[in-house]
């Protein structure tokens, strides 16, 4: 049990924060957030972060833990994820990984195992399992592992496409196996996905209305805040979706309405690219999709068995 991880996920404006603030009801749960953007300061209404009364009863960890100038990678977010679920469960608390950043996710549950790569190899390298697979199927790629790496394909032999590409890929770059690295499989979790399955008709209404609801919270207040603070486009954090948006208005490039529209646009925008996110890189084997009712009852009962892990 101590490799498992449960791991909450779904688009923006899916309603995540409702679900575990009400799961926190039952369990003594403590959450990783994993969304991108609420990793900054001063950034609350446009990243629909918690509150301070919310985060009071569930514990959320990763919020507001750099400046908005200030760089996270996934490798940062990987480490500090890591050692929070240690201390967690330390706590016999029950960690739970809750967001929509995938890349993030990823590098938590399957760790980081190619930085520094040079992108041109590893274009050449996709190309050409690109080409095996378009000539021979699925089964080729498993042969050339096999043939080129043993090691990697006796560990990965049962799992998904992506992983036996992913280890294949990783023996063309770099010319040795994947598992000969040093922190291969140390890092890595049992991640069982839990994700909110919305209509998308109805999630695009919720981020519609949403993003009313921020510019009625003061979002523009919170946008020239900032401002004032010196931060601008020029940073990666605030040319984003939502406060690009906003500081066009500002600026009078755009009226209010367009503002709102061009908002409200994008973010549906984004949360299409999470859901591509969700189908294509969660294996179904470890996914759990249902709306959030029958979802709460299936987290029930994988917390009950954390519960039983701690006792």
């Excluded at 760790?111 to 697979?133: F, Y």
């Excluded at 939502?242 to 009078?252: A, F, L, T, V």
Aim: charge should be neutral; proline fraction near 2%.
């Amino acid at each position: 049990m101590n490799k498992a991880l449960i791991i909450l996920t779904a688009p923006t404006a899916s309603g995540k924060t409702n679900l575990v603030l009400k799961l926190g009801e039952r369990f003594p749960i403590e959450v990783i957030s994993a969304d991108s953007r609420q990793i900054f300061k001063y950034m609350d209404i446009g990243t629909a972060k918690i509150t301070k009364e919310e985060n009071e009863k569930v514990k959320h960890h990763l919020i507001d833990i750099i400046n908005p100038d200030e760089q996270y990678s996934a490798g940062k977010f990987e480490s500090d994820a890591i050692t929070l679920i240690k201390e967690i469960k330390t706590r016999k608390h029950i960690p739970i990984v809750v967001g929509g950043t995938g890349f993030y996710i990823k590098s938590l549950v399957e760790g980081i195992e190619e930085d520094n790569i040079d992108e041109t190899k590893r274009n050449e390298a996709r190309n050409q399992i690109k080409i095996w697979q378009e000539e021979n199927g699925f089964d080729s790629i498993k042969d050339k592992l096999k043939e080129l790496d043993k090691l990697a394909y006796t560990h990965y032999k049962g799992q998904n496409l992506r992983r036996i590409s992913r280890a294949l890929e990783f023996f063309l770059i770099n010319g040795i196996s994947i598992t000969s690295q040093k922190h291969f499989n140390k890092n890595n979790f049992n991640g069982k996905y839990f994700i909110i399955d919305t209509e998308r008709e109805e999630l695009y209404n919720q981020i519609n209305l949403r993003t009313i609801q921020m510019w009625e919270m003061g979002f523009e207040n919170e946008v020239l805040n900032l401002l004032k603070m010196g931060y601008g486009l020029h940073n990666y954090s605030l040319n984003s979706v939502g406060y690009r948006e906003c500081i066009n208005y500002i600026n009078k490039i755009i009226t209010k309405e367009e503002a709102i529209s061009e908002m409200q646009k994008f973010t549906r925008h984004f949360a299409k690219r999470q859901l591509t996110w969700i189908n294509n890189q969660i294996p179904e084997e470890i996914a759990i999709k249902s709306n959030k009712i029958s979802l709460f009852d299936k987290l029930c009962n994988e917390c009950e068995k954390f519960i039983k892990y701690f006792s």
